[in-house]
């Protein structure tokens, strides 16, 4: 149903862009988030949006990372610029989807690894 990649291996001070593709028989959006687990870590929340709300974010990537939503495609984005050696995780996306009017549940990706490393 999610679909993640974009992640990679890059250098402190450049960027990447996650990409999630929700497929399937999509009624509506309710939100969309990503989540980043950093090795040994829980999973934690990085940014969420939703077609009512402006996007919130965590307070370690305000100012770096946008998260956006191309809804003609179903598809969330994460840019993530000035990458730090502490963004190091594995970053899922989230959705609470629906699938018929008033019916919603929650669906997860399956983990893009995203590393800073010099």
């Known amino acids: 149903q999610l679909q993640a990649s974009g992640g990679g291996l890059v250098q402190p001070g450049e960027s990447l862009r996650l990409s999630c593709a929700a497929s399937g028989r999509i009624f509506s959006i309710g939100t969309m988030a990503w989540y980043c687990q950093p090795p040994g870590e829980q999973r934690e929340l990085v940014a969420i949006?939703?077609?009512?709300?402006?996007?919130n974010y965590a307070d370690s990537v305000k100012g770096r990372f946008t998260i956006s939503i191309d809804n003609a495609n179903n598809t969330l984005y994460l840019q993530m610029n000035s990458l730090r050696p502490e963004d190091t995780a594995v970053y899922y996306c989230?959705?609470?989807?629906?699938?018929?009017?008033?019916?919603?549940?929650?669906?997860w990706g399956q983990g893009t690894q995203v590393t800073v490393s010099s």
């Open positions: 989230n959705a609470i989807l629906a699938d018929r009017p008033g019916i919603f549940n929650n669906y």
């Open positions: 949006i939703s077609s009512r709300r402006k996007p």
